[in-house]
């Protein structure tokens, strides 16, 4: 029996990077998958090799800084006549300065992506989950909700708060039967890292595999195997927590600045 047999999944960010790694998990398991990103090609290119590989997914856009997207979003999956899984992924990684050079404008714009996203996403899933008396939300936080980097305060502050709010909502919905747990991961191979690595240089990188005690960077589908267990039934009295998927990270006091110095 597949663990995830039968239910019926939202995961935004899922064109790329950790979203698909879930979204490729949790088809595989037997759910059907409505996969959100503002990367429509890439997106819908996405749905269609899980297609091809036997799973059930569906491809729409959302931007989850935009509320209608994510109503849209959340009203298809509910056609199927239910809604058990919700993974707010999406995320954006504004950082890599001192807080005082941020703009108000990236602060913003890294809030409603990070977080007010999250808030919208859960909103309109509930009522689903509320009528069904069940359903699992997972957020995506960080290993930087943890521990302190340099020059990721934003980024830091809203995974912070992912957190916090799925704590909340476990103990507030616990009695519907609805879970909230978030995972938080180490650095993962991903474009978002990528990225990091093409703005700020080699050194990060190779920083990054100093930094876990596990000697490397996690792969998308490390993250992805947490997500379908959260979701699964076989999770049924995880509530309230926080998966780390960080290679140690968070349990290793190793960064320190000269590590960028070499
Ligand atoms: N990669 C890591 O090391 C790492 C570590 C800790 C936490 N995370 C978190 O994991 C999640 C996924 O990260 P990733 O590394 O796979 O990211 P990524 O940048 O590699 O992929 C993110 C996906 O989200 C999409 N996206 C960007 N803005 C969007 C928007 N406004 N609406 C909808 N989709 C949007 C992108 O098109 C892309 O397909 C994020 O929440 C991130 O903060 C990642």
Redesign the pocket.
């Known amino acids: 029996m597949k663990r995830l047999e039968g239910k019926t999944a939202i995961v935004?960010?899922?064109?790329?990077?950790?979203?698909?790694?879930i979204s490729r998990a949790m088809a595989a398991e037997g759910a059907q998958v409505f996969m959100?990103?503002?990367?429509d090609d890439?997106?819908r290119a996405?749905a269609a090799s899980l297609a091809a590989a036997g799973g059930k997914a569906t491809y729409r856009h959302?931007?989850?800084?935009?509320e209608q997207?994510i109503a849209d979003l959340v009203a298809a999956a509910a056609e199927t006549g239910h809604l058990d899984i919700l993974v707010?992924?999406?995320?954006?990684?504004i950082g890599g300065m001192p807080l005082h050079e941020m703009t108000d404008a990236q602060w913003h714009r890294l809030i409603?992506?990070?977080l007010t996203?999250v808030f919208r996403g859960i909103k309109y899933a509930l009522p689903h989950m509320l009528r069904q008396n069940s359903g699992s939300v997972i957020?995506?936080?960080?290993?930087?909700g943890h521990i302190g980097l340099d020059g990721w305060t934003a980024?830091a502050g809203a995974?912070g708060a992912v957190m916090s709010m799925m704590r909340q909502l476990a103990v507030e919905f616990g009695p519907h039967n609805i879970r909230f747990n978030s995972?938080?991961?180490?650095?993962?191979?991903?474009?978002?890292?990528?990225?990091v690595v093409a703005d700020l240089g080699p050194q990060v990188g190779r920083a990054?595999v100093k930094m876990h005690p596990l000697g490397r960077?996690?792969k998308?589908e490390e993250?992805a195997e947490a997500a379908v267990y959260l979701a699964s039934d076989a999770a049924g009295f995880t509530t309230g927590t926080d998966l780390k998927v960080?290679g140690g990270l968070t349990a290793a006091p190793r960064y320190v600045p000269e590590f960028f110095v070499e």
Do not use: H, L, R
């Open positions: 935004t960010g899922a064109a790329d990077g950790i979203g698909f790694a959100g990103d503002i990367d890439k997106g996405a959302c931007d989850v800084a935009v997207d707010n992924n999406a995320a954006i990684a409603a992506v990070n996203s957020s995506m936080a960080s290993a930087q980024y995974k995972i938080s991961p180490g650095t993962i191979n991903t474009p978002m890292n990528e990225k990054w960077i996690g998308p993250v960080d």
